[in-house]
């Protein structure tokens, strides 16, 4: 972290300065004297340093962090990628593209198994299914709960498929026994008591990106699930709020190869919610593999008029299987399975 | 809602839309053949109508909501303003001006009894202190948790003043028995369990704007609370995230009046958070009062330097002081009390 | 259009409201009684039509437009996509790949036409090079003017590669003689009067998206051009500005097939300014491909270290090899030609 | 400037950098080896070094910019107030406030007069009015031109207002003779060629922030004019594009602090661009006051149904009366004269 300090800053003042950093934070200290500033390095591991209390004191103008402040979740001390493997033995991060789809929400057993074998046929790997939804308004579908739960487990008994679902509050983790991926979702990446909660929790979790949150910021929440005992992450992008009108978020295609050079953690792309338009699926699905992407979580509804939630942005089965078909291109002149 | 259809609609499939819609939701329809379209409008309570669900249907062009999605929170059906009255007797939303300051942090017993001593000399009327603090990084001070609670309370005692503290989940609740108002912060604005298991809280709720979330949104958030028993929130707008770089937050000084016009509740602004710099929160302050605000809610630390969150925003005892002697030149210009 | 009124309009405000629409804009008028609202359908060409000064009618409660305002770039109205041949033959949007490549702008002879024949060699099939530079600052490189598009004009009968260049005022275009495609860049976007005016040049516009503009924008600021008559248009995405701070804008891959659904014109992605980053252009590039773009323009330059503007987003002629060799890879599995 | 190097940067490649440096920019240079990483600092005057350029080298791991980048709209180099004089001897920025008010659009010598008239007797002491309109759409009224600014000099010879007028293209400047102020619009704020152009103009300028350009980028485009020549320029807040849909625009009341911290120019708020609501001019004018703004830009209309453009956002004279009346409260409650 490097610390410029005022002008007319005094001798004793950059002492006591300096000797409350070095106590306060254990980090050794260089000081350098330019000619009209002086700059104050911090060296050491930086990572609890609070940016805004240094910049609060007095004699500071201003900070700049040159570390990140992520650690566990940091490439540069972890360079291997980190490979997640399920219950079946399925790997994500492998250097293959892993293929997530299934409904928006779990709306009845036939609905679910129907979708989890069409997707499966068509080569997904995992089926996802919302039993608890976030829901903008208190007076839409909220979800099954617990029996969407049950009927996802009746669709991975039927079809094998590895399931994913949301969480939305700690005390509903004893629901996700069965459950081989716990999604957080986007409103509540910066839920930092779930987080923390889900950092001592033995599966893998998938974490989405806010809707205007940072890169960074989805790494600091994926540090605080690892720096509480659960280094098995999924970071997801899924659309980013801008100014755009014609879809619902945008694409943040760029935070593939970002999050890949910046960790080593498995980085998914959902762009079914990124887009919310059906016919948007497909392109979206092909430029996230072609920049690097190791797997997608797609909606994929066997009669989306019909869907409680999030229709407009739901694939029939046959559309899933169009897009399949265009991404296993795109994997396969990259030498890549899907 | 006026739902749009497509050029081309067969007259059956009209009918099977409208009796869908009609079974589904509860509401009448109203059908209008245009010239080159057709539209649909539909008829009594529309909150839970899922405008996606509707936009998905395949005969549908476009979906405009006409009725607001919020209800209790509405002041078209409450048109006179939610005053809330604390154990006390200070009453929130009456016309006059309400000021709670204190620190972000509660850091100890001297530190908490002489901020309260001095912000209610200045003429605050509530404390405030963070005993859980939502961090963006797992390794930064987290906050002293039931011990800070402790303290407020010894504040309260010392000088009478009602407290406000931040919750960040559910399971906390049991800690906040002597809290007067319940802060719900700018993170979990939609962790929507969270707002429902405080809708079932018999204390006031203090509500943060997200900080990329529309008025609308916070609206649906405060309605979440409101639909499940609790009719005591404040609204409070905490600075939104803009492109702007020169100061942390960008104050949205106009959803004073565009919330006081929507709904019936108080309205508070955060100067502290919503620019987090020490000297703005003084024109600030200034602009919230002439906007209309029903309070502020301020950050004020006797030793900024050494404080261990956001220092850089909090104001000094006798800066705190100067604050309050301009608003109320403000607010005497508009014929309030502060 | 349709024009939602408010509950308690009379039968006289209502015919005078048509009577004035019908007079003034010169469109039918289709109204239908619903319950609780009256809602006007407008019929005919709406473009013209003003949605503020309708909303600012005192019966009016709200507008929606129906139609898309633009004509001449709409492709409901001209399904088959444009095709743009310049002088020496070459096709763009017919199917196949652009690329355009050089440096950002143009230092010397030896550097443009350096790099003009490495970026011939890899596959580039027209030469950009900037001669009038916009930058943020009066104090910066401004750009060598008419002396840079003389060497362009060197490159160009030394490679045989049509050259693109940015113009920044009308009083520039004398100069413009030997450029085969003039280009707007985003800052101009919304400069009106120079749309205007270069819909009366017989040169095809390449138009850069704005910083934080829509994609209906964009489109408005095409129909400027084609409205003056000339219809060779070229959009252009470049990166929006977002909050992401790792990267200098964020590219917005879904305008791809957004546009390209909305719009018969050709689309051309630019990652060198849409990331500012040397590692990001191959990504981007390959998602580009990927996504269904016509085309991209990338910056090379020979020394990027060494660049008077944007070197740190410049591929040195052996990355920009690698991009190509990449990109093709996609391309080919698309059965597309670069 | 802090220039901080990448950890493994040899002995030589620092010596070449730094020359590299000292001879492009003429600045001097401080180097300081920490433990893990070497810092240089520039000495002087850096306005002309080039970021961008700087963080292209090899051997750079980031830059940080220390001093701002503009000087002649800085305050540190000219610490009083800029007070613009105009032809009658009305002065702006001496410490009062002061309003300019008129139509959107000059529409015709009735009109131009009688609301002249009107907000002269409310105490606005400047008429607005515009004669080229930037309008999204080539398809909408494109103001009157030529014959606007005739009007205008009419009502300024029947009420003595000096007026201000948009331009929006440097060849229209020969007919803006008889105006008394120049405006330049948020989407020519980037405009540079205009703005350097202006800067050789004997008028002051009111020139407004772009629609999502920073504070910074504000006063680099302010910078343009000075640098030319033109010293009086006043900056104008109209509005930010943010996420919220229920107004037009955000207003930034931020700015208003900030920018009078940062310069010594001028600093207006146009409160009827920044919401497009007639009933929100009246709380954001007071607040603007409140928070320090030197003046406002107020539309307002004789007719605003009937308006040829923004309709829905010009006051009646009335309820611009009632406008004066509140800033006039807040104004005497801080001893300022409207």
Request: hydrophobic share 40%.
């Amino acid at each position: 972290m490097i610390i410029v300090l005022k002008n007319d800053v005094k001798e004793l003042e950059l002492t006591n300065f300096t000797e409350y950093i070095k106590n306060k934070y254990n980090v050794g200290v260089h000081i350098s004297h330019g000619h009209n500033s002086t700059v104050v390095g911090l060296v050491g591991d930086t990572s609890s340093v609070d940016e805004d209390s240094i910049g609060a004191q007095s004699i500071v103008q201003s900070v700049k962090r040159v570390q990140e402040p992520y650690k566990k979740a940091n490439r540069k001390f972890h360079p291997d990628n980190t490979v997640i493997t399920l219950k079946n033995g399925l790997k994500i991060g492998d250097g293959s593209i892993t293929v997530i789809a299934g409904p928006c929400s779990v709306e009845s057993e036939e609905q679910v198994v129907e979708v989890a074998q069409a997707v499966k046929n068509s080569g997904a790997k995992i089926l996802r299914g919302g039993a608890f939804k976030p829901r903008t308004s208190p007076y839409a579908f909220q979800g099954m709960g617990a029996d969407g739960l049950e009927l996802l487990e009746k669709a991975n008994n039927e079809t094998g498929l590895p399931v994913i679902s949301e969480i939305m509050a700690a005390s509903q983790l004893p629901l996700f026994n069965d459950v081989d991926i716990i999604q957080v979702g986007a409103r509540n990446m910066q839920n930092f008591e779930l987080l923390k909660f889900l950092g001592k929790v033995n599966k893998p979790i998938l974490l989405k990106r806010g809707l205007a949150n940072t890169i960074e910021e989805l790494l600091m929440s994926a540090e605080y699930i690892m720096a509480s005992g659960n280094e098995n992450v999924i970071l997801c992008e899924r659309g980013i709020r801008t100014f755009e009108t014609s879809m619902r978020n945008t694409l943040d295609i760029s935070a593939v190869p970002m999050l890949k050079r910046l960790s080593h953690l498995p980085v998914f792309i959902d762009p079914s919610h990124a887009s919310g338009i059906t016919w948007m699926v497909e392109p979206l699905s092909m430029a996230a593999v072609a920049a690097g992407a190791d797997g997608l979580i797609i909606e994929v509804h066997n009669n989306p008029s019909a869907a409680l939630c999030d229709g407009a942005q739901s694939l029939t089965p046959s559309q899933f299987e169009s897009v399949m078909i265009n991404i296993k291109k795109i994997a396969s002149a990259l030498d890549k399975n899907v």
